[in-house]
């Protein structure tokens, strides 16, 4: 198959490159121009436009603007990139013969947090932000431009990890190696991960498989406590686990005081550390007549730090 994907050269990119590679003709679409093995060529954006790019099969538009946790990006960058370059691409697809178009959204689209306690793709949307505001409005613009007698995936994974990746999972990582106490220890809240190679198993099965267009979910089977995830850096690292169960009043009284003299542990923050954000995959693996995915969550993460030790 002829496949097109953009931000080819980002961490989910990257991968997708190495397991569609041997079997498939890859073309990418990127700011960064260096080549890469098993891709055909590298086209900028300029070349989409001047209509430069061969025929293809399939379309996976990855390309976009990370959530930046810092928030020091302006919130037209999201909308430029996010929203702008998921209308160009999509505009080329739907122009071209290519039969499947892929785009990569986020939960972030659907909502900040979890009403209730299940996130499934039933829910009204209601992003909080210009991350999550960006990548519905770039749905909204795919949902409003029907392509006829094609197929159109709408992708909200949860956080992706896997070998390479750097996010959020490297900084509690790097927390944790040190033998630094986890205070939260008495919040057992549940998350929901994407595992690299769960994500690829997707994607194959979306390339090959008779699928109906839709929105679809991304996560593994199983979600984890934070706790959870603190016992598999700590067995990976042979650390003792250091996870204190310090009363949730007074973490919460910290986090007020946090508030008022602007520190780094403020409410917002250990919202997000403590909070629920559980995703239900059950219509992706109904559509790939699937009863479960090939990596247990437990598993991936395993290997996600594995790969941080070796890097070190």
Not at 226 to 243: H, S
Not at 264 to 290: C, D
Request: overall charge positive; glycine content about 8%; charged content about 20%.
């Amino acid at each position: 198959m002829k496949i097109l994907i953009t931000g080819i050269h980002g961490f989910v990119g990257s991968n997708l490159v190495q397991a569609l590679g041997d079997n498939n003709e890859l073309f990418g679409v990127d700011i960064i121009s260096d080549a890469m093995k098993n891709v055909q060529r590298i086209f900028s954006w300029e070349d989409l436009k001047r209509g430069l790019i061969p025929p293809v099969e399939a379309v996976i538009h990855l390309a976009g603007k990370a959530h930046d946790v810092k928030k020091t990006s302006s919130p037209g960058v999201y909308f430029k990139v996010n929203t702008g370059l998921t209308q160009k691409i999509y505009d080329w697809f739907l122009a071209s013969p290519a039969r499947k178009f892929i785009f990569f959204s986020s939960v972030k689209a659907a909502a900040d947090f979890v009403p209730g306690d299940l996130l499934t793709e039933d829910i009204v949307p209601h992003p909080v932000g210009p991350y999550g505001e960006s990548k519905i409005k770039a749905e909204e613009y795919i949902l409003n431009h029907p392509a006829y007698e094609k197929q159109v995936y709408i992708l909200r994974p949860c956080m992706i990890h896997g070998p390479g990746n750097k996010g959020n999972l490297n900084l509690l990582h790097q927390v944790i190696k040190k033998g630094i106490p986890w205070p939260l220890g008495a919040f057992e809240n549940r998350r929901s991960f994407t595992s690299i190679g769960n994500l690829i198993f997707i994607i194959d099965g979306l390339l090959t498989k008779n699928v109906v267009s839709g929105i679809y979910n991304v996560g593994d089977d199983e979600a984890l406590s934070t706790n959870e995830l603190i016992r598999i850096i700590c067995k990976v690292y042979g650390n003792k686990r250091r996870i204190w169960r310090l009363p949730r009043g007074l973490m919460m009284g910290l986090a007020k005081v946090g508030d008022w003299f602007h520190l780094p542990l403020n409410t917002e923050r250990i919202n997000k550390l403590v909070e629920n954000y559980i995703v239900s995959n059950q219509k992706i693996k109904n559509a790939l007549n699937i009863d479960h995915l090939p990596i247990r969550a437990s598993e991936g993460l395993m290997r996600t730090i594995e790969s941080f030790r070796k890097d070190e």
